[in-house]
């Protein structure tokens, strides 16, 4: 069992810039792999990005690419979203999910074993 707890989510303005952490407690953490996803009101779930439990693997979804980047500190626990260049189509709620397959971080909900109860990012324009 893994728990996560999501942080830094806020209020920004179009172009600015947030760092999402997820910090778990539970199992030993360098055993999965971590992703962001978000959610839009009326949308699906949807991938951000993912690292494999080494750090070494990264994806992100094509929206992503060249704005967020994905990082973890295995001595922390902790999974993190550098976010910038910041879209008022980046409004949603981002969850972190934890993957039992550590090596490739996926990009599917149905993946995901665990997830953190989400952080709201709203983009102003």
């Known amino acids: 069992q893994v728990q996560l707890v999501e942080s830094g989510g806020g209020l920004v303005q179009a172009g600015g810039s947030l760092r999402l952490s997820c910090t778990a407690s539970?199992?030993?953490?360098?055993?999965?792999?971590m992703g962001w996803f978000r959610q839009a009101p009326g949308k699906e779930r949807e991938f951000v990005a993912a690292v494999s439990w080494s750090g070494a693997i990264t994806r992100y979804a094509d929206s992503a690419k060249g704005r967020f980047t994905i990082s973890r500190d295995n001595a922390k626990n902790t999974v993190y979203l550098q976010m910038t260049s910041l879209k008022s189509e980046d409004t949603a709620v981002y969850y972190c999910?934890?993957?039992?397959?550590?090596?490739?971080?996926?990009?599917?909900?149905?993946?995901?074993?665990?997830w953190g109860q989400g952080t709201q990012v709203t983009v102003s324009s």
């Open positions: 999910g934890a993957e039992s397959n550590p090596y490739f971080g996926r990009v599917r909900v149905s993946d995901y074993d665990y």
């Open positions: 539970g199992r030993t953490f360098s055993s999965y792999a």
